[in-house]
């Protein structure tokens, strides 16, 4: 099947997945489950929801595992399944995925580095059970998310790159400034982490989570204006997030959100997917503006 970033190399614009954590609470996930626990006692369900990403145009489609460390695991007195989970939620992706990609996520493990509550052993050793586990169960590449301190991202990255054959991608979290810039949580730029993820072992970088795809627009040129060969991924929120009677929703519709993708294409971006709020129906009209554009430039 090649390589992801082979396919890049060639030229072609390919597009990714939308949420997760939006389709299984529409399966039924409650609040205070573990998403990752549904690999094993939901399994038709997350299957189909990896199914409807593909048949909705997606090139790659993530994994049910995005806190699948023994971190997040744990709490849920699941930390001695950490490779199971994480192997089912692969082979889950894999059978739905046919001949495209799947993309093992990996996320933070919500410990914080500097404060002093884990060692980098401790998550070097986290993360490289996890990917282990993705990779085992066909994963093609891992996918390290939602990332806010490069130091952990790092880890995450060289832990997979070293433990696995997989490519492994990593994005992270910005928010807009007060003064128009974009940072992490921890206070990271978008030029910031190019470099230290290249160096870690990277193969393609990116933004998710945090903005819907305008906002990532001015993410991506930023990191092109750093380097112009990195691989670059968006995966954006289906706009910003409205509160209305006590339930976050996304109100970006999939048409709103597939008039950027022009835009987007032309800052430097070579996937395109969503996170937060977005369905197969977004991916659906991501993926027919991907088709057009590409119809144009093989002229």
């Known amino acids: 099947m090649g390589k992801i970033t082979d396919l890049i190399k060639n030229g072609k614009?390919?597009?990714?997945?939308?949420?997760?954590?939006?389709?299984?609470q529409q399966k039924g996930l409650k609040p205070g489950e573990c998403p990752e626990e549904w690999n094993i006692s939901h399994a038709e369900d997350v299957f189909d929801i990896a199914k409807k990403y593909i048949e909705a145009g997606s090139d790659m489609i993530e994994t049910n595992s995005f806190g699948g460390t023994r971190f997040?695991?744990?709490?849920?007195?699941l930390g001695d399944k950490v490779f199971e989970i994480n192997k089912t939620a692969a082979q889950i992706s894999r059978r739905a995925a046919g001949n495209k990609f799947v993309l093992g996520s990996v996320g933070p493990t919500g410990e914080i580095l500097m404060m002093g509550d884990v060692t980098e052993k401790e998550l070097y050793d986290a993360f490289k059970i996890q990917a282990s586990g993705l990779e085992a169960g066909g994963a093609d590449a891992i996918m390290i998310e939602t990332m806010s301190d490069i130091d952990e991202a790092c880890i995450a990255v060289k832990a997979a790159k070293e433990n696995t054959g997989c490519e492994v991608f990593c994005t992270m979290t910005f928010e807009k400034t007060v003064t128009g810039e974009y940072r992490s949580m921890m206070g990271i730029s978008p030029t910031e982490m190019v470099s230290p993820l290249i160096d870690a072992g990277a193969d393609m970088i990116g933004a998710n989570c945090g903005n819907g795809i305008e906002g990532m627009v001015d993410i991506i040129r930023e990191i092109r204006l750093s380097n112009h060969e990195i691989p670059l991924v968006v995966h954006a929120n289906a706009g910003m997030p409205v509160y209305v009677d006590g339930d976050t929703i996304f109100p970006e519709?999939?048409?709103?959100?597939?008039?950027?993708v022009p835009k987007i294409i032309d800052a430097g971006v070579n996937v395109i997917g969503g996170c937060c709020g977005t369905t197969p129906e977004h991916i659906v009209r991501v993926r027919d503006i991907v088709n057009k554009l590409s119809a144009r430039t093989s002229r």
């Open 253 to 260: 519709k999939p048409d709103e959100m597939a008039a950027i």
């Open 72 to 77: 997040k695991l744990e709490r849920y007195n």
């Open 13 to 24: 614009v390919l597009v990714s997945d939308g949420a997760w954590g939006t389709m299984l």
